[in-house]
């Protein structure tokens, strides 16, 4: 390649300069680089079944901080983030002919099929124009090619095989090393301005005081969550005890967010790993971190084995089940109205603040899947609208999980709503504030004298339950503990000593009782 010609490296969820081969490579092969990111009007549109929002605030929030700060960095090293309004394909093709001296358009692989199409258009505008096209493949720990199967179709069904599999024989690679200066951008181009809420049809979002991710987007506040979690707080060497918490930002690392942009690498949080347990401690905590950067993998691994599959309402087994689609007990179950608390106060602060905890987030979709019945997809729909952290991977592979589609050897396991939020604490149902103890969680049962003197009127102030599934009878006069009194001693991330050992969520877990 001549060392006059022009780079194009096209930014998808790969928004950092640290561990980023698509830099790395334009680096050594390519006097100008221009870092490009476009806002896809796809993006926000509907989604595919159930006409939800694509892109929900908090998201667009993050996102428009991640470029924000990709730009200022790359401005600190000599180049920029040129930003576009429009189709990448589009963009990409008017750029070609308006330089005439693109040699290469670099990207990094995505894995579902919008993403792919993407590609595609890409590499057919790249070929008319007799431009290089070089992909690489960078959002998982273990490299796709290192995967110790022959083809990806051998990828096992469980994922415990997999992880066997690969820890005993998958290596990962070194971190790349993070260049001091980019290479610059041709003359004559206008980096652009970043787009508004407004220019993309959307309301920015107010922040509420109680979000347990009150954090905001960027490879910078990435890295500095990071060295907090790891080398000032040492709440690494704590994880595997907080980490089925619900309330504080502490209780669990809170990367996936800037996972799923790829303002921070996998490689790097692994190599951290290794050296916090060179330096400092290594122990079943630090371990954790991995083991669930794993599963990320594996849910990606999943997609590239499965390709579309994994949004059939069928699932990965073709198994048919009589969903529903009662739009009335979805909306109760949206707008966090079922009259089950627990359930209730895990919507809330999804709608309020973008964000739910990994326990949460199991049980909701117990409760729409098992106890509703309702078709997953409006499920993984809706959480795909409002997910700060959504990455269609992990989130279609998680709800193929609960609805007992996917790759669960085990499928027909349910949530315990009553013992779960007996055993997990939430504080966004304020109307039941008057209500002590363990009866906050089933104010149905409770006698007329004592819901007026809590101020609780059923169907009034708080609805009746929706529904109440029959085994939430065996909890309901075991109610005088819960978190509450424990957290007093041990703080906001106290997990119960019971569910310390727990596997890293429940559809995997080898303990019963849910």
């Not at 963009?91 to 040699?103: A, E």
Request: include cysteine; proline fraction near 5%.
């Amino acid at each position: 390649m001549s060392a006059s010609r022009t780079v194009i490296c096209l930014l998808r969820n790969d928004l950092r300069l640290h561990d980023n081969e698509v830099f790395h490579w334009a680096q050594r092969n390519a006097e100008h680089i221009i870092p490009l990111y476009c806002f896809d009007p796809r993006h926000y549109q509907d989604t595919h079944h159930f006409n939800f929002p694509k892109t929900g605030p908090f998201r667009l929030l993050f996102l428009l901080d991640s470029v924000k700060d990709l730009r200022a960095t790359l401005k600190k090293r000599g180049s920029t983030l040129l930003v576009r309004q429009g189709k990448p394909e589009d963009v990409v093709g008017d750029l070609i002919k308006q330089l005439g001296s693109v040699s290469a358009v670099a990207f990094h692989e995505e894995v579902a099929a919008e993403e792919k199409t993407v590609e595609k258009k890409l590499k057919d505008i790249c070929c008319q124009n007799k431009v290089k096209v070089q992909t690489f493949w960078g959002s998982t720990l273990y490299h796709r090619d290192d995967l110790p199967f022959r083809h990806i179709g051998g990828l096992p069904d469980v994922y415990t095989q997999f992880r066997k599999v690969v820890e005993g024989q998958g290596r990962v690679r070194p971190v790349l090393s993070t260049p001091e200066q980019v290479k610059s951008l041709p003359l004559g181009l206008e980096e652009g301005p970043i787009p508004t809420f407004e220019g993309l049809g959307q309301t920015e979002p107010v922040m509420d005081s109680r979000s347990a991710f009150p954090c905001r987007g960027g490879e910078t506040k990435a890295l500095a969550r990071l060295k907090h979690y790891f080398w000032d707080t040492n709440a690494v060497a704590s994880y595997k005890e907080t980490r089925n918490g619900m309330i504080g930002v502490d209780y669990s690392t809170k990367f996936s967010p800037w996972l799923a942009l790829g303002c921070i690498s996998p490689r790097y949080i692994y190599d951290q790993i290794k050296k916090y347990e060179a330096e400092r401690t290594a122990n079943q905590s630090t371990y954790w971190v991995i083991f669930e950067l794993l599963w990320r993998d594996y849910f990606k691994f999943v997609g590239l084995k499965y390709g579309d599959r994994i949004f059939h309402m069928n699932g990965l087994q073709d198994k048919h089940v009589p969903w529903k689609t009662d739009m009335t007990w979805f909306c109760a179950w949206k707008d966090g109205r079922t009259g089950v608390p627990f359930v209730d106060a895990n919507m809330r602060e999804l709608a309020l603040t973008g964000f739910m905890s990994n326990r949460g987030r199991q049980n909701v979709a117990s409760f729409l899947t098992k106890d509703l019945g309702l078709d997953w997809r409006l499920g993984a729909e809706w959480f795909e609208y409002l997910l700060v952290d959504h990455d269609v991977c992990s989130n279609y592979g998680n709800w193929l999980y609960s609805a007992g589609i996917g790759n669960d050897p085990r499928e027909n396991r349910k949530f315990n709503m009553i013992k779960q939020g007996l055993d997990y604490d939430n504080n966004w149902v304020p109307e039941l504030g008057g209500i002590k103890g363990g009866d906050v969680h089933t104010p149905w049962t409770l006698s007329n004298s004592a819901l007026s003197h809590a101020k609780v009127s059923l169907n009034d102030t708080y609805p009746s339950p929706i529904v109440i599934a029959p085994e939430w009878s065996r909890h309901v006069n075991n109610k005088s503990s819960g978190p509450s009194s424990a957290k007093g001693k041990k703080g906001s991330s106290y997990t119960p000593r019971q569910h310390k050992d727990r596997g890293i969520d429940f559809y995997f877990s080898k303990k019963k009782g849910f």
